[in-house]
């Protein structure tokens, strides 16, 4: 194969070549066979490639049919987690580190599933990316430890049998609180109390988060078996509601009445994203302040394109029953009087004087008339 022997500008070709070459061949001739060979030999490539190449072969694989394939999803995924190299200690001053476990994600999010399991990565970011998170430096005027902390709340809902579950949530739960705002203590005068800046952004992935991965262990918060952390957990969370009240009032303030073309501009269109990520935020505390919490939440993450409300049956008028002239009811005294038929099946009855009765008994004969790092 080409792309295993050569390097440089013959590779890149050849896998360019290779990958727009799939997608105009003939559903036909891309058998199973086939697919299942090209997930095999890009196994190989995968092991060694650039960041653009990486990109391309996940490209042309997610559009195979074996991609939407439980076992092809999963090889899918299989073959990136080993690509991310996640058996390797995070290093958070390397951006092509940070740079590489986002990509990776990224591209496999659409195969996770309750068959396909995160549990690799939601494991390998909390307990090697947390310790550094706050630490993890911009790259050309990107966030990039609030987009690992967004990948890590779209992974968590099937983030299944996490091999290190309780290290896993103890790190979320530590994480979490240092976003979490502290309640004032009694006797503080809340005239000179500091506003206390709240990342909403950062709290609403955590806190989803914490929420998934809770829900596998409950007792983790429970009052009977950690009196102390439940009682943290619960003031904080009340604090954060009352503050989160506030932020809500004023964006429904803020965009109350505004016509359409309005709306479209940037900055309301900020407020009504921080609108969705506060009322989420409202979501998930409430289902922690049930006792015992409850996990019944789901909603859209605030940076994810809300769906598009169904279209409500609209009812097809039905036409108006019309009668052609002729048909049209007529007077007793225009309706016509029946008529024997001629010809030879009458002429036994010509001039006899008695109607006729087509057979016997009355009756006619006739019936009824579904990358390289």
């Keep these: 194969m080409q792309i295993l ?3 440089g500008i013959i590779r890149e070709r050849a896998i360019t070549f290779l990958c727009n070459k799939i997608k105009l061949l003939d559903a036909e001739l891309v058998t199973k066979e086939v697919e299942e060979y090209l997930l095999s030999e890009c196994k190989k490539v995968l092991q060694d490639v650039t960041a653009d190449e990486f990109v391309l072969l996940l490209t042309m694989l997610s559009s195979l049919k074996i991609a939407k394939l439980v076992h092809g999803q999963q090889a899918i995924v299989d073959m990136v987690a080993d690509q991310a190299d996640l058996d390797k200690p995070f290093v958070y001053t390397e951006i092509d580190n940070t740079l590489r476990i986002l990509q990776s994600v990224k591209h496999i999010l659409p195969h996770f599933s309750v068959y396909v399991s995160s549990a690799r990565f939601v494991q390998y970011i909390c307990l090697n990316i947390f310790p550094y998170i ?3 430096p911009k790259h050309e005027n990107s966030d990039l430890s609030l987009e690992l902390l967004k990948v ?4 968590a809902p099937n983030a299944i049998n996490v091999e290190k579950l309780t290290e896993v949530i103890e790190i979320t739960y530590t994480t979490l609180l240092n976003y979490l705002p502290i309640s004032p203590q009694d006797g503080v005068d809340q005239n000179q109390e500091e506003e206390t800046s709240i990342l909403f952004t950062h709290v609403e992935c955590l806190l989803f988060t914490f929420h998934q991965l809770v829900k596998h262990q409950d007792s983790f918060i429970s009052a009977e078996k950690h009196p102390e952390r439940h009682k943290d957990i619960k003031l904080r969370l009340q604090y954060l509601a009352l503050k989160n009240q506030v932020y809500i009032k004023k964006l429904n303030e803020a965009l109350r009445n505004l016509k359409e073309a309005e709306r479209q501009k940037e900055e309301n ?7 969705r990520t506060t009322t989420n935020i409202n979501m998930v505390v409430k289902d922690l302040f049930h006792n015992p919490p409850t996990y019944k939440v789901n909603f859209t993450l605030s940076w994810k394109e809300p769906p598009k409300e169904p279209l409500k049956n609209i009812t097809k008028r039905p ?5 052609e002239r002729e048909t049209k009811f007529q007077k007793k005294d225009e309706r016509r009087i029946y008529q024997p038929p001629g010809g030879k099946y009458s002429t036994k009855f010509q001039g006899s004087g008695m109607p006729y009765r087509g057979g016997r008994g009355g009756r ?5 008339g579904s990358w390289r790092y």
């Design 364 to 368: 006619g004969r006739g019936g009824r």
């Design 134 to 136: 706050e630490k993890i």
């Design 152 to 155: 890590l709340a779209e992974m």
């Design 319 to 323: 036409s108006p029953i019309t009668f």
């Design 5 to 7: 022997s050569d390097e």
């Design 269 to 275: 269109k900020l407020k009504a994203v921080a609108l």
